[in-house]
């Protein structure tokens, strides 16, 4: 789940090696957080948000194969 949303992550903003994911698991519930640069919030979360739900939905499908559950949250700079 973490190299996947890195991987998400990377490819939308400006500076990639900014990119921080990390990950909590407790039990088959699976915690991320993302940090990105200040200047990428805008397009990580998108118009309305669109973005991210769209992340965290291919997560919640990447996840739900492996029993999983998957909380994205995307993290004040």
Not at 9 to 14: N, P, W
Not at 66 to 76: F, H
Request: aromatic share 2%; charged share 30%.
């Amino acid at each position: 789940m973490k190299s996947l949303t890195e991987y998400i992550a990377r490819s939308l903003v400006e500076h990639p090696d900014e990119v921080d994911v990390r990950e909590f698991r407790r039990g088959n519930q699976v915690t991320l957080e993302l940090q990105v640069a200040k200047d990428d919030m805008g397009r990580v979360i998108g118009r309305n948000g669109r973005v991210v739900n769209s992340i965290r939905t291919l997560l919640r499908v990447a996840a739900e194969r492996d029993g999983l559950q998957v909380t994205l949250d995307v993290a004040e700079p």
